[in-house]
Each structure stands twice: as structure tokens, then as C-alpha cells.
């Protein structure tokens, strides 16, 4: 199909994606939340730009345990009893109290479901976000990840400002992670171990088109990789996030394992809302010229499970190749 | 930025009028073994099936703008009726075109949608290649394509 630009006064600031992960590793209030424990946290944003707060998630590493077919991840109710709240920069809170989270969002934000944040919320270069967690369970709440997704702000010209030609005609275009070889047919994450930490890994486009990246879906139909993280970058190594990711978080995959209880049957919803129908998307939209280049990190923590294996891991980044005409 | 009549940057899908002098509809093509015989062969482990013909009509231009597949274990690729593939290599159907809660055929579940579509001429050929990497063997599942037909008021010929 063809396209044609028109023209109209562009906005202020470019938009760029942007995720934040509010980690135990930084903030160790987050190790573990007793039970009946309520505390605030504080988390400062990034001193380069001014962030819109869009979307936001949440998670727990998976527990495993190993049967005769391998790895299994055991469902868990850790988050059910946490409660949260958070304020704007000038910390005005956006609830009157602490909310149950498990009433608030499709998996806790999890398979590329985040919760959307609307209208979003913005907050100054290097400005605070106070939140509020409680537990109001039996268990403590350990290793929780609070995930802020959005946009940075930039002026015009301070990032790259890859955008359409100005007339055009696309395709739809599923580009895989990996480049394929001979060795590796479906262009995955080729013998990925368990324990793994790979950086500065290439995504390279096709020399025939740019590519424009809207959203991505990642993971192996049986579950069998649990923590796995990516961080993505730009060809000048300016990242889209600030931490490694978790794919649960940024792709999604409507085959892997809902671990969630959701009223404490043992009883866990197959996560039929994430797949490539509803896939992890990316906004704006990351727009590359062809054969250009972006970086990423990968980082899998699965060593800890005896029966994880190495595997190869797949992850497709979706979106349209754009031609010139 | 935005862009002229027919083109959207942006979901939500399917938010395109008809140009003029023609007329939409909603269409679907429906594959399976019972009208692709290759449908229905079984592909070794390791072992590629490629190039296999999904027809379509010859009664007006299709605009391709959605796919599904059964949930199979098989990795996919299509090929537009350009000659042109969506994809570098085949890709795991459960990440591409397996729509949710869809583990046995094609039961339930919207389509993948797609941005733009294809415009896919009367009479031409979406091919698509499977590819097993498992070790054991499987056999292809349901594909639906989903978009509009284009049917002409009158001349000039739309395109």
C-alpha cells in the first residue's frame, strides 16, 4: 500500500520510547515487603530528558521447579496483596490511597499488557516520583520490579529524527532478532544458556528498505526460559531503557505459562490476551533508514533452575519495511 | 505527521474508506487440507515445505489485512503474490499469526491484524513456506487470510 506525507506543524519535542525498571538491585526496599508493610519509595527519573509516564507494569521472578518433561514454573499469589500508589513530581499523588494491583491491570502488566496511563503524566528531567507500596497480605512480597513505560522528550535534532520519505509504499515485515543462517533457520537467539549475559549484540536491517519497529513478541511456546531481559539501544548506543527489561514485560507470548492466581484456587488464566494479536508495542514507533543498525543486551539468570537448558530463543520485531517512491 | 486518505500511521487497523469508484467488503480466504491438499502433509522434523499456493479469486482485488494460524509447533513464511516475503526466515506461528486462546485450529480469536494491507491483484497467489524445527513430525494447520475485497463501480480501473 502507498503513502503520501502531508504537511503539519510538528510537535514541540520528538518522542521517544522509553522504559524505566525500578529494580530490588537499586532499590532494596523492594527485596522483600512484609506482611502488613507499608513504605515509599522514591525514584528519580533520568537527567537527560523529561519523561511522559504512558503505561506501567509489574513483576515477580518466576519460581521453578522441575518435573520429567522440565521446567515448570509453579503459579504464585505474591502479588495479589500488593497495593501501590504513586505521585506525580511535585508529589501529588494520583490516589487518594494505596490500590490493589491485581484490580488494576491484566497481568499485572505482564505479556505486553501494561496498564496505559492516560492522559500521561509528565515529569521533569531529573524530577522524583514517590510510591507508596503495602502489602496487605500473610506472605512478604519479594524481588518486586515496578516498570515505568513511556516517552522521553527531546528537541528536534538532539536524537536521531529518521522519519517516512515523502512518499512511500510499505509492507508488512516481521524481522527476526538474529540475522538466519544455514546454522540458524529461524533467525533466533542461537544457543542461548541458561546463565547468559550477551552485550552489544547487532540488529542490522536488509540493505532494500527502512524498517519501522511497532512491536515485538518474543519467547518459546513451552516455557522453557523463565528470566530473560533485553535492553535495547540505538546505533549510537543511546538506550531505550534504563535497565535490561524482561521480555514478559516488553514482548509478550500468549504460549508461555500465566503463573498469577487470581483468587487463590490455584486456578491461573492461560494469558489469552498477550499473543501477536495484542502484541508488546513500542511508541512511538522506532523508525530505521535500511541497513542501518541497532544494539541490544540480553540477559538470562535461568542458572539457578537445575533443569534449564540452553536453548534458542526467539524474538521477532514486527512493523512495516517502508520504500521510497 | 500524517499521511493521505488511505494510509494510517497508526492502529487501531481497519480504519480505511474505500477510494472512489469502489466498493469494499469484508472477505476471508480459508486454507486447510481440505482445499490445499499440501495443507495436510505431514513435515518431517528438520524438513521444509515450501512454496505452497494459497488462491485467490478471480472476481476482484483483495487487501490483505489480517492473518491467523493454528497453534502447531511449525515456523512460518509468507510470500505476497509479489514475490515478496513478510519475513527473513520462517518464524514460530505462536509469536506471528497464532492467535490467543487458538490451540486447536482456527477457533476463535481475531486476526493478526497488519497496518497497511496488501493489495493482493484477482487471481493471484499468497505462497507460504513451513518449516519444522522440532523432532518430531507435524502437519500444517489452518491459515485465514482476512481483509476487503475491491470491486469496481465503474471505470477507471481502481487501484
Not at chain 1, 513504605?39 to 520429567?68: H, K
Not at chain 1, 498477550?274 to 535461568?302: A, Q, T, W
Not at chain 2, 519475513?87 to 486447536?104: K, M, R, W
Amino acid at each position: 500500500m502507498t503513502g503520501q506525507v502531508t504537511g503539519r506543524p510538528r510537535p514541540q519535542f520528538r518522542e521517544r520510547h522509553f522504559d524505566y525498571a525500578m529494580r530490588p538491585s537499586e532499590y532494596p526496599q523492594l527485596l522483600s515487603i512484609a506482611a502488613g508493610q507499608r513504605l515509599t519509595v522514591p525514584f528519580t527519573f533520568d537527567t537527560d530528558a523529561p519523561f511522559i509516564l504512558r503505561s506501567r507494569a509489574m513483576r515477580v521472578p518466576y519460581a521453578v521447579e522441575c518435573m520429567v518433561n522440565g521446567p515448570d514454573p509453579i503459579r504464585t499469589m505474591d502479588l495479589q496483596h500488593l497495593r501501590l500508589r504513586f505521585s506525580d513530581a511535585t508529589t501529588e499523588f494520583k490516589a487518594q490511597d494505596t490500590i490493589r494491583q491485581l484490580s488494576q491491570m491484566a497481568y499485572f502488566g505482564n505479556w505486553g499488557l501494561p496498564l496505559p496511563v492516560y492522559p500521561g503524566i509528565f515529569f521533569p528531567a531529573g524530577s522524583t516520583m514517590q510510591v507508596d507500596l503495602y502489602n496487605d497480605g500473610t506472605e512478604p512480597i519479594t524481588n518486586l520490579t515496578l516498570y515505568w513505560r513511556g516517552v522521553k522528550l527531546f528537541p528536534w535534532g538532539q536524537r536521531f529524527d529518521f522519519t517516512y520519505p515523502p512518499k512511500f509504499a510499505t509492507l508488512p515485515y516481521s524481522y527476526t532478532i538474529a540475522t538466519p543462517t544455514q546454522a540458524n533457520p529461524t533467525g533466533g537467539l542461537l544457543n542461548l544458556p541458561a546463565s547468559a549475559t550477551l552485550t552489544n549484540q547487532v540488529f542490522q536491517l536488509q540493505d532494500d528498505a527502512d524498517f519501522v519497529i511497532r512491536s515485538g513478541q518474543a519467547g518459546i511456546p513451552s516455557g522453557a526460559v523463565f528470566e530473560i531481559f533485553f535492553q535495547f539501544y540505538d546505533s549510537d548506543k543511546y538506550p531505550y531503557s534504563n535497565y535490561p527489561i524482561h521480555a514478559d514485560v516488553l514482548f509478550g507470548n500468549q504460549t508461555q505459562e500465566n503463573i498469577f492466581e487470581y483468587d487463590g484456587s490455584g486456578e491461573a488464566a492461560a494469558p489469552y490476551l498477550g499473543g501477536p494479536l495484542n502484541p508488546g508495542l513500542f511508541y512511538p514507533e522506532i523508525y530505521l533508514p535500511k541497513s542501518h543498525l541497532m544494539y541490544y543486551d540480553v540477559v538470562r539468570s535461568d542458572g539457578s533452575i537445575s533443569c534449564a537448558s540452553t536453548v534458542t530463543y526467539p524474538l521477532l520485531l514486527t512493523g512495516a519495511k517502508v520504500f521510497p517512491q | 505527521l500524517t499521511a493521505t486518505r488511505t494510509h494510517s500511521l497508526y492502529r487501531p487497523q481497519f480504519p480505511y474508506s474505500s477510494i472512489p469508484d469502489c466498493r469494499e467488503e469484508q472477505f476471508h480466504y480459508f486454507y486447510d487440507s481440505t482445499n490445499v491438499a499440501a495443507l495436510g502433509t505431514s513435515i518431517a522434523a528438520g524438513a521444509s515445505l515450501l512454496n505452497i499456493p494459497l488462491p485467490l479469486q478471480p472476481d476482484a482485488a483483495f487487501l490483505w489485512r489480517g492473518f491467523k494460524a493454528g497453534s502447531s509447533g511449525l515456523s512460518i513464511r509468507l510470500k505476497d503474490p509479489y514475490g515478496n516475503y513478510l519475513s527473513p526466515c520462517p518464524v514460530p506461528i505462536e509469536l506471528y499469526g497464532d492467535t490467543p486462546n487458538d490451540s486447536s485450529g482456527n477457533s476463535g480469536g481475531f486476526c493478526v491484524p497488519w497496518g497497511q494491507g496488501i493489495y493482493c491483484p484477482p487471481g493471484g497467489n499468497v505462497f507460504v513456506d513451513f518449516y519444522n524445527p522440532t523432532s518430531g513430525a507435524l502437519t500444517p494447520t489452518a491459515i485465514t487470510l482476512q481483509g476487503m475485497k475491491r470491486f469496481m463501480l465503474r471505470e477507471p480501473v481502481c487501484k
